[in-house]
């Protein structure tokens, strides 16, 4: 359900971005309207199976007993000695993160927004660029929507650069970028 509204999303998107009235050429104003009309069909095609998963989420239950479930995917509790390893990571990731919100509200007016900026972070792209003989791996993260929160993104590339944390299990020394979806 999720991938086919975030998919009609980004066709509605391109719907409205196409801009026919500035087209004066015939041959281009063809091949722009038949790309519109495409656009309209998929729409048309996600809206129906977006209501076709409505209906079919409709006659799920909202719950499922763990006991009705098939043995093979009924969750298994962990052992003590896993859960406490599973906690430490939890424990760890959130000190990370807690470090980081930290950097990022040096340079935030808005302060409380910190930790939504690291989960928009998060669920960016970003691109991977390693070079064997500088020995460095370039991490470059694209903008977000909010052009004001660059200068705090920067500024934890920045951080994060200067402690030259080595990516595990190579030579490679980390580079954390901000870079424009134009300029990679």
Do not use: W
């Amino acid at each position: 359900m999720r991938k086919t509204t975030a998919q009609l999303v980004r066709k509605r998107a391109q719907l409205q971005a196409a801009d026919l009235s500035e087209v004066t050429d015939q041959a281009r104003m063809e091949k722009l309207q038949q790309k519109h009309g495409e656009l309209l069909e998929e729409v048309a095609r996600l809206e129906e199976g977006q209501t076709e998963l409505k209906e079919k989420r409709k006659k799920e239950p909202k719950r499922i007993k763990a006991g009705d479930l098939p043995p093979e995917e009924r969750i298994q509790r962990l052992t003590t000695q896993s859960k406490h390893f599973v906690d430490t990571v939890k424990m760890k990731a959130y000190r990370a993160e807690s470090a980081m919100v930290t950097i990022l509200r040096e340079k935030m007016s808005h302060q409380d927004d910190a930790r939504a900026l690291l989960r928009a972070i998060y669920r960016n792209d970003a691109d991977l660029i390693p070079d064997e003989q500088g020995k460095t791996l370039t991490i470059c993260l694209h903008h977000l929507a909010n052009r004001s929160s660059d200068e705090a993104i920067r500024h934890l590339c920045n951080e994060l650069t200067a402690t030259e944390t080595v990516f595990p299990g190579t030579d490679l020394r980390i580079i954390y970028e901000l870079v424009s979806a134009h300029n990679p």
